[in-house]
């Protein structure tokens, strides 16, 4: 009888942390895979333990802060001025938790996302269509801003007369404890 209930024990276990991962955060998946059809410097979800704070300026903030590589002290206006990357180091998968980069705002056109780079001139109409093929939902698309959603993973592109200007990514993370920031 003891060895039958310590094989079900053993059992219960294994079975219960085979996939630790997945219940902390099921969205990881995704996240690799625009991770793969992305190539910035800092991917999303990179852990602040695995960041080289030598190679950006650190921006204080609540709940988080900013790494940019420039230093300027007017970083917000520089990035919209000037072709860089910002990287928000915040927690994740809940607000409380480990830093990691869960938000991007890029204006460097070396920077691509599933194939657009600030710069591109694009069609509405086939920027939709290549996010739709990727499973992302359309959502708030104005003339000027194009949103998409997967999951609890969001990326905004901004356009000037057709013409990128601005890429956003963001993954959201919960907030248990409903702080304040």
Do not use: W
């Not at 793969?36 to 704070?53: H, K, V």
């Not at 780079?117 to 069609?123: A, E, F, H, N, Y």
């Amino acid at each position: 009888m003891k060895k039958i209930i310590v094989l079900l024990f053993s059992i219960l276990l294994l079975t219960g942390c085979t996939d630790i991962n997945e219940d902390i955060d099921p969205n990881r998946d995704i996240v690799a895979e625009f991770n793969e059809n992305s190539n910035f410097i800092l991917p999303l979800l990179t852990s602040e333990e695995d960041i080289d704070m030598t190679e950006y300026k650190k921006i204080e903030g609540f709940g988080g802060y900013s790494l940019v590589d420039i230093d300027n002290d007017d970083s917000a206006m520089y990035l919209y001025e000037n072709e860089t990357t910002e990287y928000i180091v915040s927690g994740y998968p809940d607000v409380l938790d480990e830093y990691f980069i869960t938000y991007i705002v890029t204006t460097d056109p070396a920077i691509d996302v599933y194939g657009y780079s600030v710069g591109d001139t694009i069609d509405s109409d086939t920027l939709i269509e290549r996010f739709e093929n990727e499973s992302f939902t359309v959502n708030n698309t104005v003339e000027t801003m194009f949103k998409f959603e997967l999951s609890n993973l969001s990326i905004i592109i901004r356009t000037e007369d057709n013409v990128i200007t601005v890429i956003q990514v963001r993954i959201e993370a919960t907030n248990n404890e409903d702080v304040v920031f």
